[in-house]
């Protein structure tokens, strides 16, 4: 049986040393550990060789590291002195695991017995991985020191061809030389790959030994994908031809190369910022300083050769090897000049693949001559080339882990502080709230104490001995009046709180009305005055706002609510004989309010926490004015609510300025019509409402109350009929769906009992066909389908009033 695939070598021995061949492996396979398949001739029950081939022998050593199949098949007999005749054999070695495999699975189908057979199957089916790179290199030198004694006893030749034989031996130790340093250069690569994830180290050291043991004059790697070259700063203006894109010559399907001549060229390049997939060498290595630098280089002119997917079969594997430019490029003038600028005049290329992506090329030079690439070369170059690809992509993954742990940390980082953050919300929420319940115990337990304690003295004195019942008037008044400002602090305090609450949850909403911007800041400032004088402040007013620019659309009495607690501040916080102006202009379709005071002013850094709940910019147990810290913050709420803006400079003991900007707010139809019905000056009337909804009964007793009339409203359907008698209204609003008594029944009743039956009735009802509408007038004056519009239900009473 012939040895298949590709021999590492093959050569004439004596049987004595192919004896000695097969001993070296049998020992060699003891050093291998546990695993090893050693399997030799004799070990088989059965014969299965070709009659030309009776003697033929062989030895097979299977494992994990190491594989190896060593053949010898008899060639001829020589005499020795003795005249004996040992037999001289044609001895074949390979490592390749194909080649392997392939032997076996062929002596499997030879075989007779079945155990044998069986036995050889189950080692065929196994994994035969390629060697390790130390294992195979320490065998190679064992076997170089073998086959070096083998010269020291030849044969005798008996023919010339077994004279050219032994002549030739000292080209196989050259040859196996190569191969061992061959082996060293792999393992070192592969050691490195191992032992290092800096890849520029990796790739530099690589270069710079491979070209050194292929002896040529340049070697470089060219990547793909990377930044262009007009970036460095050592960019020299021209290209390297590297084969690459529409650059190489191509192979056909059986791998040979295709003639320039049958290539066509392009004759308008792209521009160079418009080329796809561009790149650049990266790392070069020369033999001298001689041979011109092509690291980073730019295009200039594109002498490129049409290939159709070259990069795609480039990514698949494919090598190139040209022995002389100047023949493979004879057709392609342009490409065979810039090559000869670039000293190149032979090259040999393999491809970097990683993860299945072409990342970049492997390619050697050689500059000044000529060079036949033998296959063993190109087999190395893809070697090295497939070890690179392993590290590149160890390098990517280990950047990859980089970022992500960059990325980690970072994350880490920012919950972290969002922690902080958060904790320190909760440590000023917590602060916050304990002062707020400071300030309240402090703000409420001084009115209240007023209260009681005042009210009590009055009891006494009303209850209390003959003589005491002659208290003075003026004292009554004076504790009178204090219980009075006590009740009215008290009320303040708690409507600000429930202010605060209801614009927070949102539910505040604006009660738009027009009103005289005049008459309501002279008003707020009015309410002021008292308290001014008691602190011997002088305050002003500074109105802008001439008389056709007076009405003004907005709450007015969120806007008064705003400007009372504005000017209060200011009042509290300017020290006696201080300043407080109140200046009032428009911009457009804004009204601007602005409050100066001569007062402590606010330092830079308390800034940002004055328009904060419960907060004082003094400490609670210290501080020399009261309040609960809501007015500011409440003032900003309503401000924002109106869609406005509130602004504040201050300096320290010169005093503050807080402006606010509120924008003038839409009147809709309806609140339109209750200010014309709310300019009557007399009461138009009272009406009845016998609504069970709240939601239903509320608006509609606003915009009647506003509109003038008197509103009672009932729920209960089953007593309103005899409150309707005792309160004679001019008309009654009733919801034809009540629970108990329902509007049949209720307008029944009123229909039916003189001191009713000439009040008018409205009905409330869901939207009803047109010939129940009929049946309904029959029994009410008029009705109104929900949902109700205020403006038709004013429209209905006052119609129903005129009648």
Same mark, same amino acid.
């Given at each position: 049986?012939?040895?298949?695939?590709?021999?590492?070598?093959?050569?004439?021995?004596?049987?004595?040393?192919?004896?000695?061949?097969?001993?070296?492996?049998?020992?060699?396979?003891?050093?291998?550990?546990?695993?090893?398949?050693?399997?030799?001739?004799?070990?088989?029950?059965?014969?299965?060789?070709?009659?030309?081939?009776?003697?033929?022998?062989?030895?097979?050593?299977?494992?994990?590291?190491?594989?190896?199949?060593?053949?010898?098949?008899?060639?001829?007999?020589?005499?020795?002195?003795?005249?004996?005749?040992?037999?001289?054999?044609?001895?074949?070695?390979?490592?390749?695991? +194909?080649?392997?495999?392939?032997?076996?699975?062929?002596?499997?189908?030879?075989?007779?017995?079945?155990?044998?057979?069986?036995?050889?199957?189950?080692?065929?089916?196994?994994?035969?991985?390629?060697?390790?790179?130390?294992?195979?290199?320490?065998?190679?030198?064992?076997?170089?020191?073998?086959?070096?004694?083998?010269?020291?006893?030849?044969?005798?030749?008996?023919?010339?061809?077994?004279?050219?034989?032994?002549?030739?031996?000292?080209?196989?130790?050259?040859?196996?030389?190569?191969?061992?340093?061959?082996?060293?250069?792999?393992?070192?690569?592969?050691?490195?790959?191992?032992?290092?994830?800096?890849?520029?180290?990796?790739?530099?050291?690589?270069?710079?030994?491979?070209?050194?043991?292929?002896?040529?004059?340049?070697?470089?790697?060219?990547?793909?994908?990377?930044?262009?070259?007009?970036?460095?700063?050592? #960019?020299?203006?021209?290209?390297?031809?590297?084969?690459?894109?529409?650059?190489?010559?191509?192979?056909?399907?059986?791998?040979?190369?295709?003639?320039?001549?049958?290539?066509?060229?392009?004759?308008?390049?792209?521009?160079?910022?418009?080329?796809?997939?561009?790149?650049?060498?990266?790392?070069?290595?020369?033999?001298? +300083?001689?041979?011109?630098?092509?690291?980073?280089?730019?295009?200039?002119?594109?002498?490129?050769?049409?290939?159709?997917?070259?990069?795609?079969?480039?990514?698949?594997?494919?090598?190139?090897?040209?022995?002389?430019?100047?023949?493979?490029?004879?057709?392609?003038?342009?490409?065979?000049?810039?090559?000869?600028?670039?000293?190149?005049?032979?090259?040999?290329?393999?491809?970097?693949?990683?993860?299945?992506?072409?990342?970049?090329?492997?390619?050697?030079?050689?500059?000044?001559?000529?060079?036949?690439?033998?296959?063993?070369?190109?087999?190395?170059?893809?070697?090295?080339?497939?070890?690179?690809?392993?590290?590149?992509?160890?390098?990517?993954?280990?950047?990859?882990?980089?970022?992500?742990?960059?990325?980690?940390?970072?994350?880490?980082?920012?919950?972290?502080?969002?922690?902080?953050?958060?904790?320190?919300?909760?440590?000023?929420?917590?602060?916050?709230?304990?002062?707020?319940?400071?300030?309240?115990?402090?703000?409420?337990?001084?009115?209240?104490?007023?209260?009681?304690?005042?009210?009590?003295?009055?009891?006494?004195? #009303?209850?209390?001995?003959?003589?005491?019942?002659?208290?003075?008037?003026?004292?009554?008044?004076?504790?009178?009046?204090?219980?009075?400002? #006590?009740?009215?602090?008290?009320?303040?305090?708690?409507?600000?709180?429930?202010?605060?609450?209801?614009?927070?949850?949102?539910?505040?909403?604006?009660?738009?009305?027009?009103?005289?911007?005049?008459?309501?800041?002279?008003?707020?400032?009015?309410?002021?005055?008292?308290?001014?004088?008691?602190?011997?402040?002088?305050?002003?007013?500074?109105?802008?706002?001439?008389?056709? #620019? +007076?009405?003004?659309?907005?709450?007015?009495?969120?806007?008064?609510?705003?400007?009372?607690?504005?000017?209060?501040?200011?009042?509290?916080?300017?020290?006696?004989?201080?300043?407080?102006?109140?200046?009032?202009?428009?911009?457009?379709?804004?009204?601007?309010?602005?409050?100066?005071?001569?007062?402590?002013?606010?330092? +830079?850094?308390?800034?940002?926490?004055?328009?904060?709940?419960?907060?004082?910019?003094?400490?609670?147990?210290?501080?020399?004015?009261?309040?609960?810290?809501?007015?500011?913050?409440?003032?900003?709420?309503?401000?924002?609510?109106?869609?406005?803006?509130?602004?504040?400079?201050?300096?320290?003991?010169?005093?503050?300025?807080?402006?606010?900007?509120?924008?003038?707010?839409?009147?809709?139809?309806?609140?339109?019509?209750?200010?014309?019905?709310?300019?009557?000056?007399?009461?138009?009337?009272?009406?009845?409402?016998?609504?069970?909804?709240?939601?239903?009964?509320?608006?509609?007793?606003?915009?009647?109350?506003?509109?003038?009339?008197?509103?009672?409203?009932?729920?209960?359907?089953?007593?309103?009929?005899?409150?309707?008698?005792?309160?004679?209204?001019?008309?009654?609003?009733?919801?034809?769906?009540?629970?108990?008594?329902?509007?049949?029944?209720?307008?029944?009743?009123?229909?039916?009992?003189?001191?009713?039956?000439?009040?008018?009735?409205?009905?409330?009802?869901?939207?009803?066909?047109?010939?129940?509408?009929?049946?309904?007038?029959?029994?009410?004056?008029?009705?109104?389908?929900?949902?109700?519009?205020?403006?038709?239900?004013?429209?209905?009473?006052?119609?129903?009033?005129?009648?």
């Amino acid at each position: 049986m012939p040895i298949s695939g590709n021999p590492r070598f093959s050569r004439n021995l004596r049987l004595t040393m192919f004896e000695r061949l097969q001993e070296l492996l049998q020992l060699w396979s003891s050093t291998l550990g546990e695993g090893v398949v050693l399997l030799t001739h004799k070990e088989l029950s059965s014969t299965v060789v070709a009659p030309e081939n009776q003697a033929q022998r062989f030895t097979v050593v299977v494992s994990k590291k190491f594989s190896v199949l060593l053949l010898g098949t008899p060639q001829s007999k020589l005499l020795n002195g003795n005249g004996a005749t040992p037999t001289l054999y044609q001895v074949g070695l390979t490592f390749e695991p +194909d080649a392997i495999a392939s032997f076996l699975t062929q002596l499997a189908h030879q075989l007779e017995n079945a155990s044998d057979t069986l036995k050889l199957i189950s080692i065929t089916q196994a994994s035969i991985q390629p060697n390790d790179a130390a294992t195979q290199g320490e065998f190679t030198l064992a076997l170089l020191e073998l086959l070096s004694s083998e010269e020291s006893n030849p044969p005798l030749a008996q023919n010339s061809t077994d004279s050219t034989v032994y002549a030739c031996q000292p080209l196989v130790e050259e040859a196996l030389r190569h191969q061992v340093e061959q082996e060293r250069l792999l393992h070192q690569v592969t050691t490195q790959i191992r032992q290092s994830l800096e890849l520029p180290v990796i790739l530099k050291t690589a270069v710079e030994q491979v070209r050194h043991f292929l002896q040529v004059d340049r070697l470089v790697i060219y990547q793909f994908d990377f930044p262009p070259p007009e970036e460095k700063s050592d #960019s020299k203006g021209f290209s390297i031809d590297l084969d690459v894109e529409e650059k190489i010559l191509p192979t056909d399907s059986i791998g040979k190369e295709i003639a320039p001549s049958a290539i066509t060229t392009e004759s308008s390049p792209l521009p160079l910022a418009s080329k796809p997939n561009w790149g650049c060498v990266t790392y070069e290595a020369r033999a001298s +300083d001689s041979i011109l630098s092509v690291l980073n280089l730019v295009e200039e002119q594109d002498c490129s050769i049409h290939v159709p997917n070259c990069r795609e079969r480039y990514r698949q594997g494919l090598t190139v090897a040209i022995d002389d430019v100047e023949s493979a490029y004879a057709a392609s003038p342009c490409l065979l000049n810039m090559l000869q600028q670039m000293q190149v005049r032979a090259k040999l290329i393999a491809p970097i693949v990683v993860q299945n992506n072409l990342w970049g090329l492997l390619i050697a030079h050689q500059c000044f001559e000529p060079r036949h690439w033998q296959d063993s070369e190109r087999m190395f170059l893809k070697q090295i080339a497939e070890h690179l690809t392993v590290a590149i992509y160890q390098a990517q993954l280990y950047a990859q882990l980089q970022q992500q742990k960059t990325t980690l940390e970072q994350r880490v980082i920012e919950r972290t502080q969002e922690l902080r953050d958060t904790l320190q919300a909760a440590q000023a929420a917590s602060r916050a709230k304990s002062e707020f319940l400071a300030a309240m115990s402090h703000e409420l337990r001084t009115p209240l104490t007023c209260v009681i304690g005042m009210s009590a003295t009055l009891l006494r004195w #009303s209850f209390g001995q003959e003589g005491e019942r002659t208290v003075p008037v003026v004292k009554q008044r004076r504790y009178l009046q204090t219980i009075q400002e #006590s009740g009215e602090h008290l009320l303040e305090l708690i409507n600000d709180i429930l202010d605060l609450s209801q614009v927070e949850a949102g539910k505040a909403v604006l009660n738009i009305s027009e009103f005289s911007l005049s008459k309501l800041t002279h008003q707020t400032l009015g309410a002021l005055q008292e308290k001014a004088l008691l602190r011997d402040l002088n305050l002003e007013m500074d109105f802008r706002v001439k008389l056709e #620019s +007076d009405r003004f659309c907005a709450d007015q009495r969120r806007v008064r609510q705003i400007l009372f607690n504005l000017l209060g501040n200011a009042v509290k916080f300017t020290p006696e004989g201080g300043q407080v102006t109140l200046r009032v202009w428009r911009e457009n379709n804004l009204a601007v309010f602005q409050v100066e005071d001569t007062g402590i002013g606010i330092a +830079d850094d308390q800034l940002p926490l004055l328009f904060q709940k419960f907060q004082q910019l003094e400490s609670v147990y210290h501080r020399s004015y009261e309040g609960t810290g809501l007015g500011l913050a409440l003032t900003k709420q309503l401000v924002e609510l109106h869609g406005g803006r509130i602004e504040v400079e201050s300096v320290v003991n010169e005093g503050s300025v807080f402006t606010v900007w509120l924008p003038t707010q839409p009147i809709s139809s309806t609140t339109s019509a209750k200010a014309t019905l709310k300019n009557n000056s007399k009461p138009q009337g009272s009406i009845v409402l016998v609504e069970n909804h709240e939601e239903t009964a509320t608006p509609i007793c606003e915009a009647l109350t506003t509109a003038g009339y008197q509103v009672v409203w009932l729920i209960d359907g089953s007593t309103a009929i005899d409150q309707i008698k005792l309160l004679q209204p001019r008309a009654v609003i009733v919801d034809w769906q009540l629970p108990g008594v329902d509007g049949y029944e209720m307008v029944y009743s009123l229909r039916n009992s003189p001191t009713t039956q000439q009040i008018k009735i409205l009905a409330l009802t869901t939207p009803i066909p047109t010939d129940q509408e009929y049946e309904l007038r029959s029994e009410v004056d008029d009705y109104l389908p929900k949902p109700i519009e205020t403006v038709q239900l004013l429209d209905k009473i006052t119609a129903l009033m005129e009648n």
